[in-house]
């Protein structure tokens, strides 16, 4: 299996139908009575110099997909292909090799140093361990890495504890450099530091893809960076893609009412400009007992209001949200946090497919919203 260089109009890395499952062990002989689904089945690709944004709430499945791709947590199923070939089925001295090209810049730059090491060393160990360079040369390679992150040669013999938290950051991204790699999952890089650090690291990251070529999966909270530094944006919920397209068309025109929330949610320069807040209902479930149908219908507005238009027999002319298919029009009564209230059949029992909505390349699971 060979890591053959890849055209520009071919995907780096594809991920398709990824899961990953950690058991849940109870009583005394520590039995499997179920599974917390961190990650549901999530597709998506990535070619060359391009970058995914992946957003979602705080255990959305977020991190663990991208420690799932770099098999830093075993995947339970689904495939990831790098290069044309299976990832996954790489073993031993074969899998030591191309581990190089993919690379990972952790979300807690102090917990992701070795205390003990010093910086030089923490940079300088992959490269001596791969074969690249030893001696002199390595440390002329240490060098060339911290003064490209904008550090001094000079750091390469203090220890972590004597950096700042945006400095640990770049001594991370500058370890993640070092293999010269083609992939990298930026874990949250820039969510623990100040705003004018953020800014910083991500003009290096922008200028380092522009160089390298260095495909990301960039992993985050913040609504306006992902927007800024993605070229595509896919929002997860629950372990799945739910809403997936170019950042400037899915933030413009989100098509899944969980980026509506998300979106409402973003603060905003100018306040008189904010429009309504969006607030999901009920509780977010767990993901050892997810709901039935549509993973969002218990918190979903659109559902919620489409189904009060239903069930008040609301000319489809005159509703706000328009139902021309007739299986939509049919209303069930579910319970989540404490209340009581009626959504869309279908919402509540089936599960809808990431398909495209009003253009190929912007895919939603949504009944609803065309």
């Given at each position: ?64 997909v991208g420690r799932s791709i770099l098999r830093l947590v075993p995947p339970t199923s689904g495939s990831v ?252 009564e579910i319970e989540s946090g404490g209340e009581r209230f009626r959504v869309l059949s279908k919402c509540a ?22």
């Amino acid at each position: 299996m060979s890591a053959a260089a890849s055209t520009d109009g071919e995907a780096l890395l594809q991920v398709r139908d990824l899961r990953t499952y950690f058991p849940i062990k109870r009583g005394l002989l520590s039995r499997t009575v179920g599974y917390i689904k961190a990650v549901d089945g999530v597709s998506f690709e990535i070619k060359p110099g391009r970058t995914l944004g992946l957003v979602g709430e705080s255990g959305c499945g977020k991190t663990t997909v991208g420690r799932s791709i770099l098999r830093l947590v075993p995947p339970t199923s689904g495939s990831v292909t790098y290069r044309g070939n299976d990832f996954l089925a790489y073993r031993g001295e074969a899998l030591r090799r191309i581990r190089r090209h993919m690379q990972i810049i952790f979300q807690d730059p102090v917990g992701s140093l070795n205390p003990r090491m010093r910086v030089g060393n923490i940079i300088g160990e992959p490269i001596q361990a791969h074969g690249i360079a030893t001696g002199l040369k390595k440390n002329e390679l240490v060098t060339s890495l911290l003064q490209r992150v904008g550090l001094d040669a000079s750091d390469a013999h203090k220890y972590p504890h004597e950096f700042s938290g945006g400095q640990r950051q770049r001594i991370g991204i500058a370890r993640a450099l070092a293999l010269s790699p083609d992939f990298i999952v930026c874990d949250e890089p820039v969510s623990a530091l100040d705003v004018s650090i953020q800014s910083q690291i991500l003009n290096l990251l922008a200028d380092l893809r522009a160089e390298r070529n260095i495909a990301y999966l960039f992993i985050a909270h913040n609504l306006a960076v992902v927007e800024h530094f993605s070229d595509e944006v896919a929002v997860m919920y629950l372990g799945r893609i739910v809403e997936k397209a170019p950042a400037r068309q899915l933030y413009s025109n989100p098509k899944h009412p969980y980026t509506m929330a998300l979106l409402s949610a973003a603060p905003e320069p100018d306040p008189r400009q904010k429009s309504a807040r969006i607030v999901p209902g009920g509780e977010v479930p767990s993901p050892a007992n997810p709901p039935s149908g549509c993973p969002f219908h218990p918190r979903c507005h659109i559902t919620r209001q489409a189904a009060r238009e239903v069930d008040a027999n609301v000319p489809p002319d005159k509703s706000t949200i328009p139902l021309p298919v007739l299986d939509l029009r049919q209303t069930t009564e579910i319970e989540s946090g404490g209340e009581r209230f009626r959504v869309l059949s279908k919402c509540a029992t089936q599960d809808p497919p990431l398909e495209p909505k009003g253009a190929p390349d912007h895919l939603s699971a949504c009944w609803v919203i065309r």
